[in-house]
Each structure stands twice: as C-alpha cells, then as structure tokens.
C-alpha cells in the first residue's frame, strides 16, 4: 500500500509540474474517445427511428407494387401472407407549391385507418375528401405546413396534415415525394398509367427478403430500413473508420510525450533509483501519470460524445425521433478500455527502457544517448544538421512520419468523400427534385468529414508540436556546441526545420497514395466498384500545405532552441 501512495504521489506531483504536457495529452486522447464515444452511440441509435417509425405507422414486412390490381389480389393468398391491404391507387402528378413545381407520387388511402402501414400524422389531420397528407422529408424540403394550398395536376388541395410511413423510404432516398389523398379524388386525377401498391403482412418477417425473392415487384422491410437509415449507417462507418485513425495519432502523440519525458527527466529516473526505487516502481510511475490523464480524456471524451451525439444520431424527417442514444455500461467500458489501451501500448516500450538504464547512466543524462550516424561530406550546413539529427533519433523521425502520413492519408480521403457527396448533389436536380432543398445523407457525411478533419488536424498539430519539443530537448547541447564551433542560430534553426521537414516530405508523398486506396476500400466495402476522382489541382495542394503546417507548427520552438545561452548550456550538469 505504501508503494502505491509513493507511485501516486509521484505521478501527481509531475503532472503538476508540466501542466502544459498533460494537456496535450489530454487534448490528443479526448480527441480519439469523441469519436469513438459518438461513433458507438450513432451505431447504437442507428435502427432506434425506424423500429419506434415502423411501430407507430403499423409497418408493412414487404411492399408489393404492379401495374393491375388483380395480381396483387392473387399475392394476398401467397403461402406466407397474412394480412394485406386492399390495394392503394399510385399515379404520378405534377405537384405546385406557391412558385414551386415538382412531380409527386400519389397514393390513394382510405379515409378510415389501416391495419397495416397507416401513415403516422406528426401535424394536422389526416385525410379528408378535397385535402391532401405529405410525406414530412417531402413536406419539409417543400417547406409545406397544414393549411397550406398546393395545385396536383391542375387541381387545388388544402395540405391537411404532415405524415410519416415505413411503407416507402423518405424523400430523397425515393423520388419523386410522396402525398396521399382518398381513392376518390386519386381516381380524379390524370394519368397516363396508374399502378397499385399493396402492404403485406408476413408470418415471419424475417424471411421478407427470402419472399421477395420469390415474387417480383416486392420490396422487404429490410431494404426499406436501410435506405430510410442510410445516412445514419454513413456516419457511424465514417466515425468508427475515423476513431482508428485517431487512436494511430493519439498513440503515436503519447509516444512522443513520453519519449521527451525521458529525455527531460533523465536525472529524475536516476535520483528515484538512486533513492530505492526498483525498475519495476520507476516504469510503474510513468504509466501512472500517463493512464491517469488517459482515464480523464476517456471520461472527457464520453462526456463530449453524448453532447454531440444527438446533433448527428438524428434520422432524417421522414422518421420518428426519440429521446437519443443514451451512454450504455457496455460504450462506457469500450470507450475507457480504448483510451487506457491506446495509453498504455504507447507508454509501456519507453517507460520500460528508462526504468533498465543504469542508476549512472540515468544521472549524468540523457536517459539514452543518440546514434553515432554518418552523413555525406560536403553538404551545405544547415542539410548536414538536419540529416544528422533525423537519423540519430530513428524511432522519433519514424513517430513524426507516421503522423504526418497519417494525416495526409486521412485528408486525402476526406477529401475524396466531399468529392462524392458533391458529386451526389449534383445528381439531385431534376422534375423529381424539389429545387434548392438539401440531401440530407449528403450533409450528414460532409458534417463528419467536418468533424473528423478538425480533430484529426488537431493531433496532427499536437504531434508536430511534441516533435520540435523533444528535438530541441535531445539537441540542447549539440546546437549549443554547433554555435560554439561557428554556426549561425539561422543555420541552426534551419538544420531542426530540415530534420522535420525530410521525413515529413516523403511521409506526406507516401501519404497521398495511402488516402486514395483508403478511398477505394471505403467504396469496396460499400459494394461500390467506382471511386471518386480528386482533381489533381487538391492532390498537388496537399504536399505543400502539410509542409507549410508543419514549418508554422515547429518554427517557435525551433528558433527558441536555436538562440538558446550556449554558456549555461553547456556547463549545465
């Protein structure tokens, strides 16, 4: 016990003294849980709306559609049927509202409720001889309310009531929109062809696809689902893909925090030893600080993803909302196994190797000393330095080129899926669309990409920072003996910009291709076999501004290093 209470106060006291360390740290395993914690929630909440849509609307298990009413009479006594509706009346019409025209599809219903799929009314009534029900995804893309006046084919309505149904995917995922009427005023209407509609009710509807299958012109319950949660099934593919490639960049930024803890506290591990404390208790206390700012993260991170959750867990209007994911025991223990997991995997290899440094060795610091590299003669000053120092740290220019690659990789593909969901916007126009509305699949992945840009530049930002810090922690004295022997702080500060700068250059190049194949993945495992092409304009752009990032991120700490006291430097024990 009173090991544990040493261990606790040491990891305590350190967290203290570098403030500024743990909130990077902090920020970087926030950043992953958040996209974790929301990802698991929006899968959780995935088939919520649609099951709490399917409940209140009496859904169908399988939709029949033909051109002649008799076949589905006939369909009605299929072995596996048990109850269906007198078939519904669909024609296509011309739908005005206000300066809007748009083709609809409408639905003959009865004024009486159905036993299966009766539309479910959020607003208004329901139907009435002379007045009309629009579907709410259709209703509100043509930003229609009860009372309002719309034209079908010529003909003048009164909008009685807003609706929803699992009978038929929202508007846009099915165009044109849907509106009902009673059969009469359906009968009314023009048409060049009518065809008929018929709900189903199975006696197993799980076996819907296999019934489909077997008779043409049905449609089962589970595709009607999937294409009612597209966009909820998007975004949490989206988040989860997302969460891995953020653990890879917080695991990679506590690696480097670590590493320059080492660096930095090398006479620290050498005291604690010196004083009793065995390998075992100096690893043990650098894991403490680390797991224990891990576990605030985690809880940070299921906190600002139960905030965020409903803004993007939301179904779209054409489904009933409920009161949200709510954070299980079972999200709960994954989000902090995985912050804890990501933590610790990171800081075990370092933490291990100081604790084996000799009490000796640890005092008169470096904790380990850098690689005797040989680099090419004649270069010019500030490539000799940079070369010398990127080679001499292998595992810390490894580190940072994962990072950078990463990132690049990432935004590549970002860049790819905006790409796409302009590309599917483009193709949202036409009679069957209502003019200017959104899509809403559309916006709720270019919502993500927003999301996980923002939180994955920001780690790549941390890591870049964390980078410089430990160079110039590693390279104190031998830029301080550099500027002793006749090197300028310019050509100094050139050489540590030189030593991010070459690996961050192949990382981002390497990068690029990495971000294209994960783009084509994405769209294999959709069941797509086309991928979007970027223009090259955006390839050739994101070299340069990964540079660009990478010089504005390190040039503070790099110059700072760089006009450092050589005196106190070097007679510095």
């Known amino acids: 016990m009173g090991r544990i209470i040493l261990i ?30 929301l990802g698991l929630l929006v899968r959780a909440a995935a088939d919520d709306p649609w099951e709490r849509t399917r409940a209140a609307t009496a859904g169908p298990d399988a939709v ?14 299929a072995d596996g049927v048990t109850g269906a509706l007198r078939p519904l009346p669909t024609v296509a019409a011309r739908l005005g509202v206000r300066d809007v025209a748009v083709n609809a599809v409408v639905q003959g219903r009865d004024v009486a409720a159905g036993s299966i ?62 509106i009902w009427t009673t059969r009469a005023d359906a009968a009314r209407l023009p048409a060049a062809q009518r065809r008929w509609t018929m709900p189903l009710r199975l006696a197993d509807p799980s076996a819907a696809p296999a019934f489909a299958a077997r008779h043409p012109g049905v449609t089962p319950w589970q595709d009607l689902s999937a294409y009612a949660t597209a966009e909820l099934r998007l975004t949490n593919n989206a988040l989860i893909s997302g969460a891995w490639a953020l653990a890879i960049l917080a695991g990679l930024c506590v690696a480097l925090l670590v590493g320059g803890r080492l660096a930095e506290q090398g006479r620290r591990v050498g005291l604690l030893k010196a004083a009793g404390a065995t390998p075992a208790v100096v690893a043990v206390t650098l894991l403490a600080e680390h797991l224990a700012v891990a576990l605030a993260a985690a809880a940070l991170g299921l906190l600002a993803g139960r905030a965020a959750a409903p803004l993007l867990s939301g179904p779209n209007a054409g489904l009933l909302a409920g009161d949200g994911p709510a954070l299980t025991p079972g999200i709960t223990a994954a989000v902090l196994l995985f912050a804890v997991a990501v933590t610790a995997t990171a800081t075990a290899f370092p933490a291990l190797r100081g604790a084996r440094v000799s ?92 999301v996980l840009a923002a939180a994955m530049l920001l780690l790549a930002a941390v890591n870049a920072i964390l980078t410089a ?70 390839l050739a752009a994101v070299l340069p501004a990964a540079l660009a990032a990478t010089t504005a991120l390190t040039a503070v700490p790099l110059r700072k290093a760089a006009t450092h006291p050589i005196a106190p430097t070097l007679t510095a024990p």
């Open 8 to 37: 606790c106060r040491l990891a305590r006291h350190d967290l203290r003294r570098r403030p500024a360390q743990a909130l990077l740290l902090l920020l970087a395993v926030a950043a992953a849980a958040t996209t974790l914690t």
């Open 64 to 77: 029949a559609t033909a051109s002649d009413a008799r076949s589905l009479r006939a369909l009605a006594k």
């Open 117 to 178: 799929d009766q539309p479910f009314v959020t607003s208004g009534a329901w139907l009435r001889p002379g007045s009309v029900v629009v579907e709410r995804a259709f209703a509100d893309a043509l930003r229609v309310r009860p009372g309002d006046a719309v034209t079908l084919a010529g003909r003048r309505f009164t909008v009685a009531g807003i609706a929803v149904t699992t009978g038929r995917a929202p508007y846009p995922s099915s165009t044109p929109g849907l």
């Open 359 to 450: 009490t000796a060795h640890a005092l008169r610091d470096p904790v380990r000393p850098p690689r005797r590299v040989g680099v090419p003669p004649g270069l010019p000053v500030t490539l000799l330095l940079g070369l010398r120092i990127a080679a001499r740290r292998v595992r810390r220019t490894v580190l940072a080129a994962l990072s950078t690659a990463v990132t690049v990789a990432m935004i590549v593909a970002a860049l790819a899926m905006n790409r796409e969901a302009a590309r599917k916007d483009g193709r949202t126009t036409g009679p069957d669309f209502v003019p200017g509305a959104g899509n809403p699949v559309t916006e709720r992945v270019t919502q993500i990409i927003l």
């Open 469 to 538: 810090w430990t160079t110039t922690l590693d390279t104190k004295r031998t830029s301080a003996l550099a500027r002793a022997l006749g090197a300028t702080p310019r050509q100094i500060t050139g050489g540590l910009a030189a030593a991010h700068l070459i690996p961050a250059t192949i990382a981002a190049t390497a990068g690029i291709p990495l971000g294209l194949l994960i783009n084509k993945a994405a769209h294999a495992a959709a069941g797509s076999s086309t991928t979007t092409q970027i223009p090259l304009l955006w």
